[in-house]
């Protein structure tokens, strides 16, 4: 079966930084574009970044461009979200999807999630 791992969460300071990972398992990952979402308490889930299946097209959220990137490496099946100058209106769960072909902003349209990793910014 399809397992999306996340991995990297924690608790940082305003200012810094963390790396995010989320392993995939189970789908022939060069086939998905792969995204991230995130949602706070109390708020509804939103879309962070996306990377299309070849790596060759990115796509950010206004509130994140500029301090967060994504990047994959599809021989590990593996996408990565680094995140720089932290802000504590980045605290959220963190979640990595998975949709085939287009890339999309749209939740409804991901097939696949993982469990998420909380990410606290303290200030």
């Known amino acids: 079966q399809v397992q999306l791992v996340e991995s990297g969460g924690g608790l940082v300071q305003a200012g810094g930084s963390l790396r995010l990972s989320c392993a995939a398992s189970?789908?022939?990952?060069?086939?998905?574009?792969m995204a991230w979402f995130r949602q706070a308490p109390g708020k509804e889930r939103e879309f962070v970044a996306g990377?299309?299946?070849?790596?060759?097209?990115?796509y950010y959220a206004d509130s994140v461009k500029g301090r967060f990137t994504i990047s994959r490496d599809n021989a590990k099946k593996t996408v990565y979200l680094q995140m720089i100058s932290l802000k504590p209106e980045d605290t959220a769960v963190y979640y990595c999807?998975?949709?085939?072909?287009?890339?999309?902003?749209?939740?409804?349209?991901?097939?696949?999630w993982g469990q998420g990793t909380q990410v606290t910014v303290s200030s």
């Open positions: 189970g789908l022939t990952f060069s086939n998905y574009a």
């Open positions: 990377i299309s299946r070849s790596a060759g097209r990115t």
């Open positions: 999807a998975a949709k085939t072909n287009v890339l999309v902003t749209t939740d409804r349209e991901y097939d696949y």
